[in-house]
């Protein structure tokens, strides 16, 4: 049977002391790993005047800063306090930052150009413990996470325990690896487990998505059911605030006044820095809660539509359609975010399929919207996006737009030569005229997809008032910020 590696994130619940002592691991990682960039900065600059093998082994080398560590632990001893794994890593971390950087400044690296670490803060990030190997400091016992770190100053191991509600989900899982994370205050344990795959099951309904701005994506399957995906219409209210709380956050002065930097244990290294206002970094943090609760709640968005479609269908496709980067005015902006939102959702979509046994495919979007799907007449000039119905001039069918769309992408997936190999067990759609039966919205809640079948015999439907919006808003709490 194939396997993966996923996450599984279970919270924990730390009594009070257990609490504090987690944040002073922590603390004491983002100590490590700033103190480890600041020798890495005094390297970098030293190895631009005198470059020697020495400065790369340690500066380029994925072990290299690591092979520090001894030398700074007998400096100071409070290191000896967290456990050798969380420590590594820590300065694992930092090498990978180093060379994932350098990747990308000679072009290997994919994505986004990535700049040269920078020191992190503490406050504004909870760093992360992580424990790579399954049988080195920690275990689970009972409802309990048991947590290994390093010696007190008695030289003695110090353990923590503690309580992990949800610890049934990892029964029968094989842990790989654990990572101890705190976001808004909540503390998680974050297990790698090796997951079995199902074998692949056999194709009998399909879906075709044709993603677009007007709703989220308009599907039409090979029983004939239509299907439109409201887009989630939250994002406008949060990306609302966020500009609010920028725009508040921007005209309060940023620098006030030089501090000094501190060590862990309290004493200042002789570096200075500029710290903050109080009203900047109040609507700083505001903001990062704001952002946070946007990104989980997009996240629930595309798992529950992911889990809503497979469940009902054995192969979702969407169109490949993919906007190029150029020509970006304000208005555009908008309708960029759904296609990131859709580019995202493709990956969710994609390991949704294979954790059920079923499939996920793109199809070549080019054209299906100008298409006539019943005599293959093309619009030769195309179609305004505000033209949402048609009649095609040749054969007089009458188009609802993403419908057509959707039909024409349908027919894609099934003419797809890496398709037909999946063995279709039901008819599909040929050539001429595809009639429609049902025409459903779908609504993507918190807690599942709600359905509604809009009225039949329409073919001059798609009055999208009838997706009734609820009166609802995402929770942002914004406390005093307005005061
Ligand atoms: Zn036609």
């Not at 996470?145 to 990892?170: C, F, H, Q, W």
């Not at 399909?206 to 399957?221: E, Q, R, S």
């Not at 040749?394 to 959707?406: F, G, L, P, V, Y």
Request: glycine share 6%; hydrophobic share 35%; charged share 30%.
């Amino acid at each position: 049977m194939p396997e993966t590696v996923a996450a599984l994130k279970l919270a924990i619940v730390p009594d009070e002391r257990t609490a504090a002592m987690l944040d002073g691991q922590s603390r004491i990682c983002n100590w490590t790993y700033n103190h480890l960039l600041d020798k890495a900065n005094e390297l970098r600059a030293l190895y631009r005047e005198q470059p020697s093998d020495e400065i790369v082994q340690t500066l380029y080398k994925k072990e290299g800063l690591r092979n520090l560590l001894p030398v700074i632990k007998k400096q100071k001893t409070f290191l000896k306090s967290i456990h050798s794994s969380p420590l590594k890593n820590t300065a694992l971390r930092l090498s990978s930052a180093i060379l994932d950087y350098q990747k990308s400044k000679k072009g290997k690296r994919k994505g986004k150009q990535t700049g040269w670490p920078q020191f992190r803060s503490w406050k504004r990030k909870w760093f992360s413990l992580f424990y790579d190997e399954p049988t080195k400091g920690f275990a689970v016992v009972d409802n309990t996470l048991e947590l290994t770190l390093g010696t007190d100053e008695d030289n003695k191991r110090l353990k923590l325990k503690i309580p992990m509600p949800d610890v049934s989900a990892l029964k029968g899982k094989t842990i790989r690896n654990l990572r101890i994370t705190k976001e808004q205050g909540v503390f998680s344990a974050v297990f790698s487990i090796v997951r079995l795959l199902p074998e692949k099951k056999p194709v009998q309904r399909i879906i075709a998505l044709d993603p677009n701005h007007k709703n989220f994506a308009y599907g039409v399957d090979n029983d004939g059911t239509a299907v439109e995906i409201e887009k989630p219409h939250w994002l406008k209210v949060y990306d609302k605030r966020i500009d609010e709380i920028k725009s508040k956050r921007d005209h309060k002065q940023k620098q006030t006044r030089l501090v000094d930097v501190l060590e862990h244990a309290g004493k200042p290294i002789g570096q200075k820095r500029w710290e903050s206002s109080r009203q900047y970094k109040k609507f700083d943090t505001i903001l990062e809660n704001v952002l946070t609760k946007r990104r989980e709640q997009t996240k629930t968005f595309m798992h529950t539509l992911a889990n809503s479609l497979f469940r009902q269908y054995d192969l979702v496709a969407i169109g490949d359609y993919t906007p190029n980067g150029g020509g970006i005015t304000t208005s555009m902006r908008r309708s960029m975010n759904n296609q990131s939102l859709i580019g995202r959702f493709k990956e969710v979509a994609k390991w949704t399929a294979t954790k059920s046994g079923k499939w996920f495919s793109e199809f070549d979007e080019k054209g299906t919207t100008r298409t006539c799907h019943a005599c293959d007449h093309v619009v030769t000039a195309g179609l305004a996006p505000d033209v949402r119905q048609w009649t095609c001039e040749s054969c007089q069918t009458h188009h609802i737009r993403d419908e057509n769309a959707a039909i024409n992408g349908l027919r894609r997936i099934v003419d797809d030569k890496k398709q037909k190999s999946l063995g279709l067990s039901r008819p599909v759609p040929g050539s001429g005229h595809f009639s429609i039966k049902e025409r459903w919205a779908w609504r993507v809640g918190l807690s599942g997809v709600r359905c509604t079948l809009r009225e039949n015999h329409s073919s001059l439907m798609n009055n999208r008032q009838e997706i009734k919006r609820e009166e609802w808003y995402p929770p942002i709490q914004l406390g005093q910020a307005y005061v």
